[in-house]
Nanobody, 120 residues
Framework: QVQLVESGGGLAQAGGSLRLSCAAS????????MGWFRQAPGKQRDLVAS???????NYADSVKGRFTISRDYAKNTVYLQMNSLKPEDTAVYYC??????????????WGQGTLVTISS
């Protein structure tokens, strides 16, 4: 069973930076796209950024130009570099991975979430 372990959340001031990491382990049949979602209090969980295995990236409009997603395939790790942080970036950030199950299908795996709090 795939496990996703996140790290790097915490408190930062507006205009500052944080870097999130998510390490995947336990995959038997490979991992496809990986990404980050976030959920603010009282709101739904939304995509922040994702990267497919061919290197294509996708970002939410609200983070374009400020956040950068990257992957280290040797370490099975995905990163989210967050710059120019704003109070509205405050949320629990969840790592996501599309994990192949050996039958050609990909299922979602989720990390436990890491809290990011941005003070003004």
């Amino acid at each position: 069973q795939v496990q996703l372990v996140e790290s790097g959340g915490g408190l930062a001031q507006a205009g500052g930076s944080l870097r999130l990491s998510c390490a995947a382990s336990g995959s038997r049949f490979g991992i496809g796209a990986m990404g980050w979602f976030r959920q603010a209090p009282g709101k739904q969980r939304d995509l922040v950024a994702s990267e497919t295995t061919d290197g294509s990236t996708n970002y939410a409009d609200s983070v374009k130009g400020r956040f950068t997603i990257s992957r280290d395939y040797a370490k099975n790790t995905v990163y989210l570099q967050m710059n120019s942080l704003k109070p509205e970036d405050t949320a629990v950030y969840y790592c996501n991975a599309r994990v192949y199950n050996g039958f050609g299908a990909a299922l979602d795996a989720w990390g436990q979430g890491t809290l990011v709090t941005i003070s003004s």
